[in-house]
């Protein structure tokens, strides 16, 4: 079959690139050689047309608001498998069978315990300090205590960290949780499933034992599933191009948690919250509204809008399912939140700046009403998308490690500031 070409013509010269097929989606420009023969760069803030890598593990189509992990869809993973096994899907490629399911989901949960010295971390933290501060500081410091899977070129230390990452994000959230309101820690238990042990871990106390109610398992397991992975977010690309020099995963992981920790990537879930409570009623709607449509505001909605979907996002929808769920079990069906955020969606999708725009209810609009439903403090619902997306960052790190055209990642700019001048001595200067 004969290349395609991308042809680019300056002045009275031309260059011809390569263009590249998937297996779905857009084509892409390899436009590698493209300095190298023009002594030009590219331009493009914010990477809004540029695909950094090449990659098999997670699909978006923005416009169809369609969302692949390994090639199947996000509905059909979050209402028939469970998180372990998206996480085996995300780093194997294939669904596992029920004996690779047994052995991995037998592997993870004897890899929940930390060590034991890492306890003492916190104690160096104030109580109030925000728990995406302590993860940041409990993840960096794994790789201080687990050096003997530290060497990324050895696939076995490769297996072991990933898996060591996944079944210990858990544990030290638990703490990091426990911390902040003065709780001992709660060690996992070996015969609790993953998400039932992350709750067990959250809300058991010395007094009484903790009987973790399936319903809320089932749906915090499919709340992990719907944030496990997302293509080449920021806070995945913050990990690829943290691994691209050659540092160890924990060190990868811990920059992709700092990056998800802002209010335009995972802190959306708290923002949204925050900003439904500031509303407070749907009669105070219509002022937010404006405000998020005012250019000389910054103030956005917070949940709403997305970089790649200009559809609605197929995760919002099922975790619109599940907050129902929850508040219905938990009889906060009635929960003001939840009106205040039916009424802001049924708005913003008739208001014609949102359908021009195409700003539709993003995954972290109806999470937080969902977590604040299970008890969980605001400053924990960043946490928990950490814990959830660890296997996405994982994935894509492993992923990025084993390519053998892997080189370290190294953008160049437009420079405008000062042209080269002389240095003026001290007593020179006006
Ligand atoms: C996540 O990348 C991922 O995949 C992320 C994520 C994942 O799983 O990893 O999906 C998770 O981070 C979801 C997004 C959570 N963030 C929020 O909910 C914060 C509110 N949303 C916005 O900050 C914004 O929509 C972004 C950051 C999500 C996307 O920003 P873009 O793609 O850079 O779009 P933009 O800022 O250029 O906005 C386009 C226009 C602008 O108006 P104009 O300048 O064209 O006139 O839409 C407006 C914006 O002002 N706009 C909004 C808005 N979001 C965009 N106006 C009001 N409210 C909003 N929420």
New binding site residues.
């Given amino acids: 079959m004969t290349e395609k070409l991308a042809k680019l013509s300056i002045g009275n010269q031309a260059w011809e690139f390569p263009i590249r097929s998937g297996s779905i989606g857009p084509d892409v420009i390899d436009i590698s050689k493209l300095y190298g023969g023009t002594k030009m760069f590219t331009y493009d803030p914010?990477f809004?047309s540029t695909a950094a890598c090449e990659s098999k593990i997670t699909y978006?189509d923005g416009d169809e608001g369609m969302l692949l992990y390994r090639g199947y869809p996000i509905e059909q993973l979050a209402v028939h498998g469970d998180f372990l096994e998206t996480c085996y899907l995300l780093l194997y490629g294939e669904l596992p069978n029920p004996t690779e399911k047994s052995k991995f989901d037998h592997t993870v949960i004897r890899h929940t315990m930390v060590h034991e010295q890492m306890s003492r971390f916190l104690s160096g933290f104030r109580r109030d300090a925000h728990p995406m501060a302590v993860m940041v500081a409990l993840v960096g410091a794994m790789s201080a205590f687990y050096h003997d899977s530290l060497d990324i070129t050895d696939p076995h230390h490769r297996l072991v960290s990933s898996i060591r990452m996944i079944a210990k994000m858990p544990t030290m959230a638990s703490m990091a949780y426990k911390y902040s309101i003065g709780q001992p820690f709660v060690y996992p238990k070996n015969e609790l499933g993953y998400t039932a042990n992350f709750l067990r871990m959250c809300f058991s106390i010395p007094c009484e034992e903790y009987i973790v109610d399936p319903i809320l398992e089932r749906a915090l397991d499919r709340i992990f599933i719907l944030?496990a992975d997302?293509?080449q977010?920021?806070?995945?690309s913050t990990v690829r191009l943290a691994g691209s020099s050659g540092a160890n995963p924990f060190a990868c992981v811990a920059a992709g948690i700092a990056c998800l920790w802002g209010?335009?990537?995972?802190g959306?879930n708290e923002?949204?919250l925050a900003m439904l409570e500031e509303i407070g009623t749907p009669e105070r709607i219509p002022q937010y509204v404006a405000r998020?449509?005012d250019?000389n505001d910054p103030f956005?909605?917070?949940?709403?809008?997305?970089?790649?979907y200009k559809n609605y996002?197929p995760?919002a929808k099922l975790m619109q399912q599940t907050t129902h769920e929850v508040l219905k079990l938990l009889g906060h069906g009635d929960d003001p939140l939840l009106q205040v955020a039916l009424e802001l969606e049924r708005i913003a999708l008739h208001d014609e700046y949102f359908i021009e725009?195409k700003?539709y209810p993003?995954?972290?609009?109806y999470s937080g009403i969902t977590l604040k439903a299970m008890g969980f403090p605001t400053s924990m619902f960043t946490v928990l998308f950490a814990l959830a997306?660890t296997v996405g960052w994982i994935a894509q790190w492993k992923e990025m490690i084993e390519d053998p055209g892997q080189k370290i990642g190294r953008p160049r700019q437009l420079y405008t500031g000062a042209p080269k001048r002389e240095y003026i001595e001290l007593a020179n200067r006006a």
């Fill in positions: 914010g809004t978006i944030h997302h293509e977010n920021a806070s995945t209010p335009a990537h995972g959306a923002a949204a998020a449509k250019k956005r909605l917070m949940g709403f809008g997305h970089r790649v996002d995760r725009k700003l993003n995954i972290d609009f997306r």
